[in-house]
């Protein structure tokens, strides 16, 4: 599973977060998944819960943040979001390129 693998590195990156901080507990991680990552983000949850378990994360709260694509469209000048397979703009037809929301990192750990 896809998802297993991002949340097992995004894992070893709060861990390692939390060690270089001295941390006893971690409460809350904070999470960025665009929405063309990928990543289901109800799977990555389900993951990232089980990895927890036998960790000093096994409390903290999991907060994912989704972000979406946007695009710009250079004919008319329309700003919008954007899905995984839209090339054209709805207005003009003319082509965009979507920019963002391929994110996937971790945005913040809480540590006590
Ligand atoms: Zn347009």
Do not use: W
């Not at 960025?32 to 096994?58: M, N």
Request: glycine content about 6%.
């Amino acid at each position: 599973m896809h998802e297993l693998a991002v949340a097992q590195s995004m894992m070893a990156v709060v861990m390692e977060n939390a060690a270089a901080n001295n941390a006893k507990k971690i409460t809350r991680i904070e999470l960025v998944v665009g929405k063309l990552a990928g990543v289901v983000p109800d799977a990555l949850r389900f993951c990232f819960e089980t990895l927890k378990e036998e960790t000093i994360a096994k409390d903290a709260a999991l907060i994912i943040h989704e972000v979406a694509a946007t695009a710009h469209c250079a004919t008319c000048n329309l700003e919008r979001e954007v899905g995984l397979y839209d090339y054209f703009c709805p207005t003009c037809e003319g082509p965009v390129f979507p920019k963002g929301g391929d994110e996937l990192n971790v945005k913040d750990i809480e540590i006590e």
